[in-house]
């Protein structure tokens, strides 16, 4: 997989600050993110074998981040040190209920090259699965789309947290997963005007239409506690989220993504799949930071276990 790499600078506070106050109670922790980062450590833990592609500086914090990815088992052969630009870092805040807000400068990653994707190209051309995230450039996600569809190899793509200048390279993905607010942004690049007082599955069916209606399938969009609506040709089905509290919900959407990825790699049924990457998600919520909130597969599968749900609603 190809993605970003960055490190978080976390800010836990009862509340985010207004213009000008300043809040004396922060609880302040640096973590390893990143969606790619996030992304590949999930599937990591989860048992797959994973190759990134991506870029850091060569500064403490890629250091940071680096070493993360190789003890959760990811291969690195090629993780760029970049000698010109910062490693990506991310500022966020996070609120009492779990909710955060980010501010991101994401240095390196943003020099991530069709150049670098063709080092990779072998790598790519045997693998299971290519997932691709949106916080590196386009040229450099297309590349991959490109090597990864001559050798039939199926793409899963988070259009997030930037949208593609056009939908284009969404139509070759064999899923996309983007969430709500996405989801109505690249409904709007279609021209459809998604009102916005809707209830969020009414508001996920009509950016879902949309974006089917302009020839896109399989689409995922996730509501956080709202659950997830795949819209397809063939079916569209809502599906119910565990019921945990939450802590920080940073690297809950990429665990999500990653998980999916996981059980579409093993031939899971797209039904089962949803249920295991909303339980991954939820745990991920459950916990704070991005890397250290991503579980184990056993923990994922005991979490099943230990917590029934209706997850499939018509």
């Known amino acids: 997989m190809a993605g970003s790499v960055n490190v978080d600078l976390i800010m836990r506070v009862r509340r985010v600050p207004e213009p000008g106050e300043t809040l004396h109670e922060g609880l302040f ?14 599937l990591a833990r989860l048992g ?3 190759i990134f592609v991506g870029r850091v500086g060569e500064d403490f914090f890629g250091d940071m981040v680096s070493q993360s990815l190789e003890e ?3 291969l690195t052969d090629f993780l760029i040190r970049d000698k010109e630009n910062h490693t990506g870092t991310v500022v966020v805040l996070v609120d009492s209920e779990g909710q955060n807000a980010m501010i991101p400068d994401y240095g390196a990653n943003l020099h991530l090259c069709e150049e670098d994707i063709e080092r990779a190209a072998d790598a790519i051309r045997s693998s299971v699965l290519l997932l691709l995230q949106f916080e590196v450039p ?6 991959a789309v490109s090597i990864a569809e001559r050798a039939s190899v199926p793409v899963i793509i988070n259009p997030a947290p930037r949208t593609p200048s056009d939908l284009s390279i969404l139509k070759r993905a064999s899923i996309i997963t983007p969430n709500l607010a996405e989801a109505v942004s690249l409904a709007g690049m279609t021209g459809a005007d998604i009102p916005s007082n809707k209830r969020p599955e009414d508001t996920a069916r009509m950016a879902g239409n949309a974006l089917l209606d302009s020839g896109l ?3 995922l969009i996730t509501m956080g506690e709202a659950g997830c609506l795949y819209v397809s040709e063939k079916r569209t089905r809502s599906f119910e989220s565990f019921r945990v509290k939450a802590v920080d919900a940073t690297a809950a959407g990429d665990c999500f993504t990653a998980s999916l990825a996981y059980c579409t790699a093993q031939g899971k049924s797209l039904d089962e799949a949803v249920t295991f990457a909303s339980a991954a998600s939820a745990i991920t919520v459950s916990r704070e930071g991005a890397q250290p909130s991503l579980p184990t597969l056993l923990e994922v599968i005991d979490f099943i276990k230990s917590n029934k749900l209706d997850i499939l609603k018509e």
């Open 29 to 42: 922790s640096t973590a390893a993110g990143g969606k790619g980062a996030n992304q590949a450590v999930t």
């Open 48 to 50: 797959a074998d994973v």
């Open 72 to 74: 959760a088992g990811v």
């Open 138 to 143: 386009e040229a450099a996600n297309r590349r």
């Open 217 to 219: 399938d399989n689409i």
